[in-house]
């Protein structure tokens, strides 16, 4: 079955720690998106691929990272100077502009 | 900048009792409407996509309606396994990366 698979499914992380998502599709698409969602609140872009080798930075960017070396793959990773980031991460892709964007399952990150 | 509302925060349904979410929004040129189901801890699904004013699309118990300001999300004789948190999207013609802006969702319980 075509999908998006994010891993892992909770994960926990350490003051001044480094810690990477990993999101993965084999639907094809070629944009792929990082949201961040927190209680209450709408999900925020945090950032984008539209392409193998490049992607910009959404609204919330600050202290993520991102890469895109493969089609299928968009990791994530959030870095020691996000000061808040326990949260629900949500990772999207769509094969064109006004189609709908897909999600996977998310990963659900916690501060120890 | 693009905007989002979605009312009520939450809605307590008996079975079989209709009722209507509604999403506002503001937006630059709107390019889509995106109607969103989500069941805890999991991702968005997705449910349907409007473009124009005036067009409706259905899905079982579900029917989006879109106007120039707003969109419904009217369920009939809902049941138990209607419950959700219902989103709602736009996409604009101009938005970088064909983000999406996201309300912050409407909390749907149906009663047995």
């Known amino acids: 079955d075509g999908g998006i698979t994010q891993s892992p499914k909770y994960l926990f992380r350490k003051e001044g720690q480094n810690v990477t998502l990993s999101c993965e599709q084999n639907?094809?698409?070629?944009?792929m998106y990082w949201y961040r969602q927190d209680p209450g609140q709408g999900l925020r872009l945090i950032y984008y691929?539209?392409?193998?080798?490049?992607?910009q930075k959404g609204d919330i960017a600050e202290g993520y990272s991102v890469s895109r070396e493969k089609k299928e793959s968009f990791p994530l990773t959030v870095t020691s100077a996000q000061k808040n980031p326990t949260a629900f991460y949500l990772c999207?892709?769509?094969?064109?502009?006004?189609?709908?964007?897909?999600f996977g399952d998310g990963t659900r990150l916690s501060i120890l | 900048e693009d905007q989002v509302t979605q009312s009520p925060e939450a809605l307590r349904l008996q079975e079989g009792e209709s009722s209507s979410l509604n999403c506002s929004y503001t937006?630059?040129?709107?390019?889509?409407l995106f109607w969103y189901r989500q069941d805890p801890g999991k991702g968005p699904e997705f449910l349907f996509t409007?473009?124009?004013a005036g067009e409706e699309k259905e899905k079982e118990r579900l029917k989006a309606t879109l106007t120039k300001k707003e969109s419904f999300l009217h369920i009939t004789a809902p049941k138990p396994e209607d419950s959700a948190t219902y989103l709602c999207?736009?996409?604009?013609?101009?938005?970088?990366?064909?983000?999406?802006?996201f309300g912050g969702g409407t909390r749907v319980l149906v009663k047995p």
């Open positions: 999207a892709s769509s094969i064109k502009e006004n189609q709908p964007q897909h």
């Open positions: 639907l094809n698409h070629d944009a």
């Open positions: 691929s539209q392409i193998v080798n490049d992607f």
């Open positions: 937006v630059s040129g709107l390019r889509g």
């Open positions: 409007l473009y124009s």
């Open positions: 999207a736009v996409q604009a013609f101009e938005a970088a990366g064909n983000k999406l802006t």
